[in-house]
């Protein structure tokens, strides 16, 4: 899965126009730190930070031993996974898409190599902006998944397609999950501003990666496109696993979690629930039916 073809992110010229747009969009509408929030609102911790009938828990009975106090502590904390998940992630984009630009650089296609700068850039602005929201709601960041270090190292060694397909199905299932739980009127202003201005800018990354999937599958010899899927598939597993329940959250709240760090079956019935299976099927639909059309699951 190593090998590299003599052109990287090939077949990319029959998206140039996909791609200006997507440029010409980066260069126009974007996150100033300062302005895309009306910071001086604050954040109302009375409010849920996301509809409360997709708690991790919700449908189990450990839901149940919750008061609503409880529950919206909860909510609050599932909140901070989601914003420190994008965190760790952003801070590996840059990093990532920055070795394929410095690798890279005569091979790429010149939109591609333009484009993969304005990425790397957004990504960072949004660790400013997701930093700066966490400190305003004073909320505890979580620490990465254990798999995630040698992943992003396996990664760094891969052909740049590998890593633009991982990176879309991480940011795809990453923005279903939370536009599917947030843009609700219930839910905080400032929380549901914060994650749809975020969004929006996530949207042209998921086009570009797409494009650039897209032309992999197509072109990309059978037995490489078929490592590959097998990879983005085992991706895809873990990650149904860590948006479905992360145990980290006993640690914070300030009272006994009913699910413990250490209860691997009570934790396995929680991710295998009913209410998370229902939820997946739904929240994800669009990156499930993707991801059927090219085999990767
Ligand atoms: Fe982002
Ligand atoms: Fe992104």
Redesign the pocket.
């Known amino acids: 899965m190593t090998a590299i073809l003599g052109t990287v992110m090939a077949d990319a010229a029959k998206h140039h126009r996909t791609f200006n747009t997507l440029i010409r969009a980066s260069h126009t509408s974007y996150i100033d730190l300062e302005t895309f929030l009306p910071w001086d609102i604050g954040v109302d911790k009375s409010k849920p930070p996301k509809k409360m009938d997709q708690l991790w828990i919700h449908g189990t009975s450990y839901d149940e031993q919750l008061t609503p106090e409880q529950r919206l502590e909860v909510a609050w904390l599932e909140t901070a996974r989601d914003l420190s998940m ?1 965190i760790h ?2 801070h590996f984009l840059p990093y990532l898409y920055g070795g394929y630009l410095n690798q890279y650089k005569d091979q790429l296609d010149k939109k591609i190599y333009e484009y993969l700068m304005l990425f790397a850039r ?2 960072l602005t ?1 660790i400013l902006a997701f930093r700066r929201f966490m400190q305003l709601a004073d909320l505890p960041l979580f620490a990465p998944p254990t798999t995630w270090s040698p992943f992003t190292n396996a990664l760094t060694a891969l052909r740049p397609e590998i890593g633009v397909l991982s990176t879309l199905i991480i ?1 795809w299932m990453a923005e279903l999950a939370a536009m599917h739980c947030t843009q609700s009127s219930e839910v905080d202003p400032l929380t549901r501003q914060l994650f749809h201005a ?1 969004h929006n ?2 949207i042209r ?1 998921i086009t570009f990666a797409k494009a650039i999937g897209s032309a992999f599958f197509q072109n990309a010899p059978a037995a490489e496109a078929q490592e590959v899927r097998q990879f983005l598939g085992t991706l895809i597993k873990g990650l149904l696993a860590a948006f479905t329940y992360n145990p980290e959250i006993s640690a914070f709240t300030s009272f006994e979690f009913p699910v413990r760090p250490d209860d691997a079956a009570a934790i396995d019935r929680v991710r295998n629930s009913e209410a998370n299976r229902q939820l997946n099927e739904t929240r994800f639909r669009k990156l499930f039916d993707w991801c059927r059309n090219y085999g990767v699951m």
């Open positions: 994008f992630l952003e957004e990504e949004h940011e975020h800018e996530e990354h």
